[in-house]
């Protein structure tokens, strides 16, 4: 069973297109992240969100907590967003539920 | 503040051998934890640990070791490496319920 189901797997999007990226779970949760990972692995988180909408830069994160649901969104994309999104929960007992991850690939 | 250091990068293991993959993060970070991730799956908890001297298991923590004698380091044990632990291992760390702060990632074969 998956606690966190991400959509789409793979995206492809011309450079300059709007993104976006959802994520669905079934825990309660205290925290929802959005994490990034470049080609050569490393992960770094973006947004921690409990309610409500985040936005730095290009990007905004928004939860629905009623509904168990999150959007990743990327304004004017870029080749340099190429990167592995994975949405992930905090849920009882202050342990992580990752999704798998979408990978999204910006063309010039 | 060098946040999450993991080492090593790249290892291959022969079937039978042992080896520690090494974590220390300079955060005083409570919550330390080991993930493997394989392709088509999200990461997955190995051990995790709440604190200097308490560790727990997580979602697979079968042929794996963990200690934590100090809040810094938070070694990962391989105790008999197997082809099936061919992975990516990623050692994150938090603060309560805060950020995670992910090491590099060790990518480790097993033949």
């Known amino acids: 069973k998956n606690e966190v189901e991400q959509s789409p797997q793979n995206l492809t999007a011309q450079e300059g297109e709007f993104i976006t990226i959802n994520c669905s779970y079934s825990?309660?949760?205290?925290?929802l992240h959005w994490l990034q990972q470049h080609p050569g692995g490393g992960i770094v988180s973006l947004f921690m969100l409990s309610s409500g909408k985040k936005k730095h830069g290009r990007l905004i994160a928004t939860i629905n907590i009623q509904e168990k649901h999150s959007s990743l969104h990327i304004t004017a994309s870029h080749p340099r967003d190429s990167a592995v999104y994975i949405c992930?929960?905090?849920?009882?007992?202050?342990?992580?539920?990752f999704g798998t991850g979408t990978s999204l690939t910006v063309i010039p | 503040n060098a946040g999450v250091t993991q080492t090593p990068k790249f290892q291959v293991l022969k079937t039978g051998q042992s080896m520690t993959l090494q974590c220390a993060q300079d955060?005083?970070?409570?919550?330390m934890s080991w993930y493997r991730q394989d392709p088509g799956m999200g990461l997955r908890l190995i051990h995790y640990?709440?604190?200097?001297?308490?560790?727990d298991q997580g979602e697979v923590p079968n042929g794996y070791n963990v200690s934590r004698s100090t809040t810094e380091d938070f070694p990962l044990r391989l105790l008999s490496a197997a082809p099936s632990q061919t992975s990516v291992y990623f050692c994150?760390?938090?603060?309560?319920?805060?950020?995670?702060?992910f090491g590099q990632g060790t990518r480790l074969t097993v033949v």
């Open positions: 992930a929960v905090r849920g009882p007992g202050n342990q992580f539920y």
């Open positions: 825990v309660g949760i205290s925290a």
């Open positions: 640990s709440v604190g200097a001297g308490i560790t």
């Open positions: 955060m005083n970070h409570e919550y």
């Open positions: 994150a760390s938090s603060y309560g319920g805060e950020r995670p702060f």
